[in-house]
């Protein structure tokens, strides 16, 4: 299986119903052929580098999705025959991508950002490190030298 990216530009004038619609089109594409997606990020409407079909603003979609090369053939057939998408690029990020590594790797990271950095201790209130050192400045740091560096 292998990791892609899609980023499109739909159509900025649409309502909002017929944008969802977009978005449930190419998503329901992917897992349709047998593929995931990752993530799905609407960035907003913002202003074209240069105008594409007579529109100089587009709504901005980043979508990362697994899944085989035909999956990518078809998506992109629909991308072009779809008049609601002014443009999009597919870019290849991961040849060998295991989703099931994947899930694992990102349950790590939310685990330890739910965990808190710093607990502070009751007996001395100094704030300390979730693994237990305390964090300490080094013997040959000057807090009014560091001052003087930063105002120039």
Do not use: C, H
Not at 51 to 74: D, F, N
Not at 89 to 115: G, S, W
């Amino acid at each position: 299986m292998r990791k892609y990216e899609t980023f499109f530009i739909v159509d900025p004038d649409l309502p909002d119903e017929a944008n969802s619609t977009v978005d449930n089109k190419v998503q329901s594409i992917v897992t349709s052929n047998g593929g995931e997606v990752i993530a799905y990020t609407p960035w907003g409407k913002r202003k074209l580098a240069y105008p594409i079909k007579k529109r100089t603003r587009g709504a901005y979609v980043l979508m990362e999705y697994s899944g085989g090369p035909t999956l990518v053939a078809e998506l992109e057939r629909n991308l072009r025959i779809d008049e609601r998408v002014l443009k999009f690029i597919t870019v290849l990020l991961d040849e060998r991508y295991d989703p099931e590594k994947e899930r694992e790797r990102r349950e790590q990271a939310a685990a330890k950002a739910a965990a808190p950095a710093f607990e502070e201790d009751e007996e001395s209130g100094k704030s300390v490190e979730a693994e237990g050192e305390e964090e300490e400045m080094p013997e040959d740091f000057d807090a009014e030298e560091q001052k003087d560096e930063d105002e120039e």
